[in-house]
């Protein structure tokens, strides 16, 4: 069957199980539960005949003899029992919970759909590519949050194109949602590549490293990986904060797109019964500043996490390019201390995280200098006059094709600006180190392109888009004020005391 054939057959019944009150959410993450148990039995037999990591009692067959209230009871006990065990059972099955209502359906989904494939001898790409069906399909449902850990995997495409990882990189993902940017940069090494014996254990084993702090995410991110037959005895993915501590290891290449948001707080009670905000900042050793934006946090922490001469691309929403304070001091530390070489202002209606104006800042770390390493920023603007949405006029990877050639991959000193004075409808141009560094707080936050919709009233945008472009500015400027409030009451907190 074809990728889309399978993801078609699964979503179907998905539909069936709506009935009983399962979000897309859950139903994704008990297909996770239940694959791993059908895969796991069928690597005991010939070809593979692999000893099973799943007890006895609690393997595929033990839930095949059975139906309604005691297959009902089984499976919980078995997501019990492989929750407390450590390693990979544990991270995909920790916190694990039956979420079915009826025996019934659980027993259909069981035989009649999972149980009728052989999923291990079907090619890595296509029940890889099926889960990363429903994974989107999931992130579509922008009522269970999922979308918040889904990066348009257009934008991914292109970020891997521009930084070009080898067979020799080591590539870290901070922040690795369901896995995107990690099997992106593993499809570009296996396609751009011969490799041999050695390298294909290493880049399957070795090459690739994601940390991820939700549980539920984790999962999905660890048989995402599985199913692209990624990892060896132990899968290359922590859950927990990366933002906790330098974890020592280093890393040739970093593609994230880190949570966006509020800033990182907690609300306690005082003695006095008032409710107090206390921010929670993360003070490190290696960090340039002190702050509680999680956003400039993640910044600082990819720069620790690289190698010297590595390379990040990262997603940043506007706040990092021109906020005040700990965000002033770091840009001007990521300037001299690295190589930020290339800027990419996206447009909005990407995300599923609605009022999002974000950018992709590629840049690279350099040993110690006296004298600054960004000579020259180049700014790409994919903002202005662009509208995707979603589902209507979604973003394609031939949207960036423009991007990705003018970067030059291949020898990024030697680019050519598609602006000039003569061209001022270029999306292309470069800013000197000087220029940016005499600009009010070294902001990043430039643009120069004529906004049409605002000077051509016969040319405006259908009214549907004028609409959505007024939302997503109230609620990027409510993310703004919810951020000020917090700042504000954390001064209050201050004073108080």
């Keep these: 069957m074809t990728p889309a054939a399978i993801v078609q057959k699964l979503w179907n019944y998905c539909n069936v199980l709506r009935d009983d009150g399962m979000s897309y959410g859950d139903y994704v993450e008990q297909l996770t539960f239940l694959l791993f148990?059908?895969?796991?039995?069928?690597?005991?037999k010939p070809p593979y005949n692999q000893k099973s990591p799943v007890p006895p009692e609690s393997n595929w067959p033990s839930l095949l003899k059975r139906d309604g209230d005691e297959l009902?009871?089984?499976?919980?006990?078995?997501?019990?029992?492989?929750?407390?065990?450590?390693?990979?059972?544990?991270?995909?099955?920790?916190?694990?919970?039956?979420?079915?209502?009826?025996?019934?359906?659980?027993?259909?989904?069981?035989?009649?759909?999972?149980?009728?494939?052989?999923?291990?001898?079907?090619?890595?790409?296509?029940?890889?590519?099926?889960?990363?069906?429903?994974?989107?399909?999931?992130?579509?449902?922008?009522?269970?949050?999922?979308?918040?850990?889904?990066?348009?995997?257009?934008?991914?495409?292109?970020?891997?194109?521009?930084?070009a990882p080898g067979p020799e990189d080591t590539v870290c993902d901070p922040a690795c949602g369901t896995g995107g940017f990690l099997l992106s940069a593993y499809h570009y090494i296996s396609d751009h590549h011969k490799l041999d014996r050695d390298q294909k254990k290493d880049l399957n084993e070795k090459s690739l490293r994601g940390w991820e702090l939700v549980h539920s995410t984790a999962r999905l991110c660890a048989?995402?990986?599985?199913?692209?037959?990624?990892?060896?005895?132990?899968?290359?993915?922590?859950?927990?904060?990366?933002?906790?501590?330098?974890?020592?290891?280093?890393?040739?290449?970093?593609?994230?797109?880190?949570?966006?948001?509020?800033?990182?707080?907690?609300?306690?009670?005082?003695?006095?019964?008032?409710?107090?905000?206390?921010?929670?900042?993360?003070?490190?050793?290696?960090?340039?500043?002190?702050?509680?934006?999680k956003q400039l946090n993640f910044v600082q922490h990819i720069k620790t996490l690289l190698k010297q001469h590595g390379r990040a691309a990262v997603v940043v929403p506007d706040n990092v390019l021109f906020e005040g304070g700990a965000g002033e001091t770091i840009r001007r530390k990521l300037l001299h201390e690295c190589d930020v070489h290339t800027l990419l202002r996206l447009p909005t209606g990407l995300f599923y995280a609605q009022g999002v104006k974000a950018n992709v800042l590629f840049f690279d770390k350099k040993p110690a200098s006296e004298t600054p390493w960004t000579k020259k920023l180049w700014i790409y603007d994919l903002r202005t006059n662009m509208h995707f949405t979603l589902k209507i006029n979604p973003l394609q990877r031939k949207d960036l094709d423009e991007f990705v050639t003018l970067c030059n991959p291949a020898n990024r000193h030697e680019r050519t600006p598609t602006w000039s004075e003569s061209s001022p409808d270029g999306r292309w141009r470069a800013?000197?180190?000087?220029?940016?560094?005499?600009?009010?707080?070294?902001?990043?936050?430039?643009?120069?392109?004529?906004?049409?919709?605002?000077?051509?009233?016969?040319?405006?945008?259908?009214?549907?888009?004028?609409?959505?472009?007024?939302?997503?500015?109230?609620?990027?400027?409510?993310?703004?004020?919810?951020?000020?409030?917090?700042?504000?009451?954390?001064?209050?907190?201050?004073?108080?005391?």
């Design 37 to 44: 148990l059908k895969m796991a039995h069928e690597r005991t």
């Design 72 to 163: 009902f009871d089984h499976y919980r006990h078995i997501l019990e029992k492989l929750g407390q065990e450590k390693g990979l059972l544990g991270l995909i099955f920790g916190r694990a919970q039956n979420k079915f209502q009826d025996p019934a359906k659980l027993r259909r989904l069981i035989v009649d759909l999972i149980d009728k494939e052989n999923w291990s001898v079907m090619n890595a790409d296509v029940k890889g590519d099926a889960y990363e069906g429903l994974l989107e399909k999931n992130a579509q449902d922008t009522k269970s949050g999922a979308g918040q850990y889904f990066t348009p995997r257009p934008l991914i495409q292109a970020m891997v194109d521009v930084t």
């Design 223 to 293: 048989m995402n990986l599985m199913l692209h037959g990624i990892g060896g005895e132990k899968l290359p993915l922590t859950v927990g904060d990366a933002l906790a501590s330098d974890p020592g290891e280093r890393f040739s290449v970093v593609l994230t797109n880190p949570p966006f948001g509020k800033k990182s707080s907690t609300t306690i009670i005082g003695e006095d019964g008032k409710a107090y905000t206390e921010k929670e900042t993360i003070e490190r050793e290696d960090f340039w500043a002190t702050t509680s934006n």
């Design 431 to 497: 800013y000197s180190y000087e220029e940016i560094i005499a600009r009010d707080k070294a902001s990043l936050d430039i643009f120069w392109l004529r906004d049409e919709s605002l000077e051509d009233s016969d040319n405006l945008p259908e009214p549907g888009v004028i609409l959505r472009d007024i939302i997503e500015d109230f609620q990027s400027a409510l993310e703004q004020l919810k951020l000020i409030e917090t700042d504000l009451d954390g001064e209050e907190d201050t004073t108080d005391a």
